[in-house]
């Protein structure tokens, strides 16, 4: 695809380079361009026979005793091979005439070709995912495609006969949907196609004709709700019919209720329906299957060790928990973390205000000033 599409894409090939860069030799100062010899003994003056600016070139041949005026990115004009700055000069320009105040070496400001980058240089192996810097490069050698692991593209449905979207008055019972757009735009801030594929009314015929749709024309579908055992959950019917599925019950919290297997190729990730249970799964299992789907050779949480303000313990329920912390880093890069509010699995807004995940052992007794593992969600 073309480069200026790439930006955090995986390269599919190396990607090698067919040209030199700098594409010649340069200076990297505004000044004078001159023979690093008739420097010596400074202050000297020499005859200034032209200028030279970036983008241009200077016709001629630099002789002996003489100089080039010339700007930061200019060609070096032939018999040129070292830059006084202009800081350390004096021009008188109606005499034609320039006074160097230093003595500089051959190669003083010069930045010579190729010194960056030869032809058939490996710029970048397969495996790397493009950043701006290596965007950059790539521009700077004239490639104007590259080969990349294309974006997945991630369909997203909800199910449930409570969840309506329609902005209406709800009636008894009914409960706005919010999983579908939030794992939308987590898709979406990882850099994938989010797909929506709607909600699913708990009957067999709408279940299955959404997650057909789905893996016909999606590379992953997460789905929300209806893994549990509930008497009117009919998400594991319709997946059991239609697929390869694994149905799990973790030991963390939240998050517990999981599935995971296969429509076709397709993968399909059942994540729970409580709000913070969907986006604890969709960080903790989901997304790091769908950053390797993406190419991505680093795709684990990101775990960094914090300090607690707050006491973080829970009692033993063999549980792993994952509290939703906020928090802050300090200017060498130490984060200090504390609860983010309320820790039910239905309280949305603490996942809101979240920045973290802290890591809880089964029985941990974490308290103020105490270390805890964290996994950072921005």
């Not at 700007?71 to 006084?84: K, L, R, S």
């Not at 409960?175 to 989010?194: P, Y």
């Not at 599925?245 to 059942?270: N, S």
Request: some cysteine; aromatic content about 4%; glycine content about 12%.
């Amino acid at each position: 695809m073309p480069v200026a599409d790439a930006a955090g894409l995986v390269l599919a090939a190396d990607a090698m380079a067919a040209e030199q860069v700098p594409p010649f030799d340069n200076t990297a100062m505004d000044g004078f361009a001159v023979r690093a010899g008739d420097t010596a003994g400074a202050p000297v003056t020499l005859e200034m026979i032209g200028t030279v600016a970036a983008g241009a070139a200077f016709d001629g041949v630099l002789a002996p005793g003489q100089a080039v005026r010339i700007m930061t990115g200019a060609p070096m004009p032939v018999g040129a091979d070292a830059v006084v700055m202009v800081e350390r000069s004096t021009f008188d320009e109606a005499a034609g005439r320039v006074e160097l105040e230093i003595e500089v070496a051959v190669g003083n400001h010069v930045r010579a070709a190729g010194e960056d980058v030869q032809p058939g240089d490996l710029l970048f192996p397969a495996g790397t995912q493009l950043t701006a810097g290596h965007l950059g490069v790539l521009a700077s050698v004239g490639l104007s495609t590259v080969a990349v692991v294309r974006r997945p593209r991630v369909g997203v449905v909800s199910t449930g006969d409570e969840l309506v979207d329609d902005g209406r008055p709800l009636e008894p019972g009914e409960i706005r949907d919010s999983n579908r757009r939030t794992l939308l735009t987590l898709v979406a801030e990882a850099g994938w196609e989010a797909v929506d594929l709607g909600i699913a009314i708990d009957q067999k015929a709408a279940i299955e004709t959404s997650f057909l749709e789905g893996a016909a024309t999606c590379d992953a579908v997460l789905s929300s709700g209806g893994v549990s055992m509930g008497a009117f959950d009919y998400v594991k019917v319709v997946l059991d019919e239609i697929g390869d599925m694994r149905w799990m019950q973790i030991a963390i919290k939240p998050a517990k209720p999981f599935a995971f297997g296969l429509l076709g190729e397709t993968p399909m990730f059942g994540l729970p329906g409580n709000p913070v249970s969907s986006m604890v799964s969709f960080e903790l299992l989901a997304k790091p299957a769908l950053r390797k789907m993406a190419g991505e050779s680093d795709f684990g949480p990101r775990v960094l060790r914090a300090t607690s303000v707050d006491s973080l313990g829970h009692s033993p329920d063999g549980k792993t928990h994952f509290l939703r912390v906020e928090g802050e880093q300090d200017d060498y890069g130490r984060w200090t973390v504390r609860r983010a509010g309320g820790q039910g699995s239905h309280q949305l807004t603490a996942m809101a205000r979240a920045v973290a995940l802290a890591i809880v052992p089964d029985g941990a007794a974490i308290e103020p000033g105490d270390e805890v593992d964290v996994i950072i969600l921005r």
